[in-house]
């Protein structure tokens, strides 16, 4: 089995359009490879969180350049004070196996980009994780910065 290794933040939108196109093209082609996306927290590597209202401009020029049916739910009001939360839960489903991961990996981008939810709020993350039958541990959260 093929394994795509990539390292992201869950709230960058340029990663969630790629990945979208990757799965996309992996679709098309019938390929069985599985994508393993480690954890990459912005808000870690630029010492501050994300902005909202700069990643609102990100969304709008993605849209008008690649994409103008994505992203049709975003709202920056939702954007997430944090990805750590999320990223905690990748953790946990990447811990379970590769398919789960890229499940919940995607799935998350998906509600942020898509739906317009905040992926750090506990109700979300709640019910994502209880879809999957999933428990996030403190070495999950750990695992986090350990990627």
Known sequence: ?????????????????????????????????ELRIRAWP???????????????????????????????????????????????LTATAYRRDLATGEEVALELRRLLFEEGRNIADPGVLDGVAAAHALVVTEADRDQVLAD
């Not at 290794?5 to 019938?30: N, S």
């Open 42 to 88: 912005l808000e870690l590597v630029n010492g501050h969180p994300l902005d909202p209202s700069f990643i609102a401009e990100e969304v709008d020029e993605i849209k008008a350049q690649a994409a103008p049916g994505w992203f049709v739910g975003f709202h920056s009001e939702a954007f997430p004070a944090t990805s750590l939360p999320a990223l905690a």
């Open 1 to 33: 089995m093929t394994t795509i290794e990539v390292f992201a933040d869950v709230a960058c939108p340029f990663t969630h359009a790629g990945l979208r196109l990757l799965v996309e093209r992996r679709a098309e082609l019938g390929s069985s490879a």
